[in-house]
């Protein structure tokens, strides 16, 4: 799927930094796994304002042998990779 292939306004971090990021994201966002793209995608997305998936992500990874983790550029980290 093209929007996790190239993900424009989002940033590669650690998976350290990426734990932190969703720990810090309120109960009400919603986690979805999906199986559509290749390699499949865990996100955690954010449906308050009407956005629909996968316009609604905050944060995924690509669930591979070796996971890439994603969070928005907007995020302010403590530190990233």
């Known amino acids: 799927m093209?929007?996790?292939d190239n993900?424009?306004?989002?940033?590669q971090v650690?998976?350290?930094v990426f734990q932190?990021?969703?720990d810090s994201l309120s109960p009400e966002h919603s986690v979805d796994v999906t199986y559509s793209s290749n390699p499949?995608?865990?996100s955690w997305n954010d449906f308050s304002d009407?956005?629909?998936?996968?316009?609604?992500?905050?944060?995924?990874?690509?669930?591979t042998e070796d996971p890439e983790y994603?969070?928005?550029?907007?995020?302010?980290l403590?530190?990233?990779v």
């Not at 993900?7 to 940033?11: L, M, T």
């Open 40 to 42: 499949p995608i865990k």
């Open 50 to 63: 009407g956005l629909r998936w996968p316009y609604s992500v905050v944060a995924f990874c690509r669930l």
């Open 14 to 16: 650690s998976e350290e």
């Open 20 to 22: 932190e990021f969703v």
């Open 2 to 4: 093209q929007f996790f």
């Open 7 to 11: 993900p424009e306004q989002f940033k």
């Open 70 to 76: 994603f969070v928005p550029e907007w995020a302010r």
């Open 78 to 80: 403590p530190y990233s």
